[in-house]
């Protein structure tokens, strides 16, 4: 059985089931989110793993004050049932209070982008989980569920009673024993889609640091412009979470085409038509997108996020993060540090 709330975590689980032949007996559940574009991307990804031969089952799992409670009765009987449950996001209080229910299942954590290298980092150290562009104070809302959370990290961490393997394509480090790490080669995408057709030109990732409140909105602004003047970029791949105004300010500041994608960039990208240059700031893609090309010629280039980029509201362990994320990327080109607005 498998959860998942996003489209990087549903393509995850396929490539998962692919390489351990697991798809005919696995069940997806879906809990859905209520922001429109992850709807809408995770509508079209759970139609390709139904005509890929997966059973899903779409959770309105926040439709509501009610439906938490709801999913979690309705799931009850088929987590007590599975032999192994597979989870894309370990720090989702959601799937926390879903791993209460788990005994001694064998887990697999898939990827859900760069948190899969700072959960295991975390469970090396034996941390609480938390997402690394988080602040350290806890809301009151945090608070309340400290309980759920302590025993969903037991549920985490390996045992004689229980295996964890984590299916990832980031470079992890600090492996602690008892955790299996498998690589994600992205075989099924490679298999499924393309070769894409590849045109002339740059195409440009974006990123939701300054909607997470990482990165300041005006340097991130001058960085994309600076980016496309530079590289001759002509499209900007938004990502699900960035904001519409935002996204209309780049537009008229850099002329833009601005693509909201109806599926994960890898899957996009492997279809094409694709920029021969691909250009992104430390993210997910600077990882994933070498594997999902590999073979067809496509550069992805890496542009470093500054310090004096950051806010104030800036986790302190941001930037250190960002710079890990971005020198661990294989087969990236790193582009010079551009300078900052005056």
């Known amino acids: ?9 549903l393509l995850n689980v396929l490539e998962w089931a692919d390489a351990s032949g697991t798809g005919e007996e696995l069940i997806l559940v879906v809990l859905s989110p209520t922001d429109p574009m992850s ?9 390709l793993a139904r005509d890929a031969g997966f059973a899903v089952r779409w959770q309105e799992a926040r439709g509501g004050a009610g439906a938490p409670l709801k999913t979690v009765r309705e799931l ?12 894309g996001d370990p720090f989702s209080r959601y ?9 001694g299942k064998e887990l697999t954590i898939v990827d859900d982008g760069t948190a899969t290298m700072e959960f295991i980092a975390q469970i090396a150290r034996g941390e609480r989980l938390v997402r690394w562009h988080r602040r350290g104070s806890r809301s009151p809302r945090e608070l309340v569920l400290a309980p759920v959370t302590a025993v ?21 480090e600090e492996v602690p024993d008892g955790i299996t790490v498998t690589a994600n080669d992205f075989a099924w995408t490679r298999a499924t889609f393309g070769p894409p057709r590849i045109s002339a030109g740059a195409d440009m990732v974006g990123t939701s640091l300054v909607e997470t409140g990482v990165v300041d909105a005006d340097q991130y602004t001058a960085a994309v412009i600076a980016l496309a003047r530079t590289h001759n970029a002509t499209r900007y791949f938004a990502h699900r979470r960035e904001n519409v105004d935002k996204l209309h300010k780049l537009h008229a500041a850099t002329g833009l085409e601005i693509v909201r994608p109806d599926l994960p960039l890898e899957l996009i990208a492997r279809r094409g038509p694709i920029g021969r240059t691909i250009l992104s700031f430390p993210s997910t893609v600077v990882h994933t997108l070498p594997l999902a090309l590999a ?31 971005t020198g661990t990327a294989r087969d990236v080109h790193r582009l010079p540090r551009l300078p900052s607005p005056a």
């Open 1 to 9: 059985m498998a959860f998942v709330e996003s489209p990087v975590q």
């Open 39 to 47: 709807r809408g991307q995770l509508r079209r990804m759970a139609e």
């Open 76 to 87: 009850a009987p088929l987590l007590r049932a599975s032999d192994r449950i597979v989870i």
């Open 95 to 103: 799937v926390q209070l879903l791993l209460t229910l788990v005994g």
């Open 152 to 172: 969903a990290r037991r549920r985490l961490t390996p045992s004689a009673a229980r295996t964890v393997e984590v299916f990832t394509s980031m470079p992890v």
């Open 295 to 325: 073979g067809t010629g496509v550069r992805v280039a890496v542009c470093d996020i500054a310090p004096e980029w950051l806010r104030e509201t800036a986790s302190p362990r941001a930037h250190g993060f960002l710079s890990v994320v």
